[in-house]
């Protein structure tokens, strides 16, 4: 669906950001890759965020981001900082993080 007047597009912005999100949250982790590109994926959190350490470490596929090969592709994220989500607004937040490569020493 194309939405060509702009004051058209703009209610729809204001009707996403107002919606009841029931107490979760939307927090977006953000980080470098290998190519030192941006990514970012986002998570749902059950509650409103005070601290860095209420958010959790997440993982990705390192191999797609040219941090990792194939075998041993795992790369964890970890919150380093985070602040208010200008885009969705109420609570929601965007989160810098750290990449680590996975190390499995069962092998």
Request: hydrophobic share 30%; glycine share 6%.
């Amino acid at each position: 669906m194309e939405i060509k007047d702009s004051s058209s597009k703009n209610a729809m912005l204001e009707y996403l950001r107002d919606r009841d999100q029931r107490g979760k949250i939307i927090a977006e982790y953000i980080w470098m890759d290998g190519g030192n590109g941006l990514r970012s994926k986002c998570r749902t959190l059950p509650q409103r965020v005070k601290s860095i350490d209420q958010i959790p470490e997440w993982n990705y596929d390192g191999s797609s981001t040219y941090q990792a090969v194939t075998s041993n592709s795992e790369i964890i994220i970890k919150p380093q900082f985070f602040f208010p989500d200008p885009f969705r607004g109420g609570d929601n937040i965007m989160v810098l993080c750290d990449t680590y490569q996975w190390k499995d020493d069962s092998f």
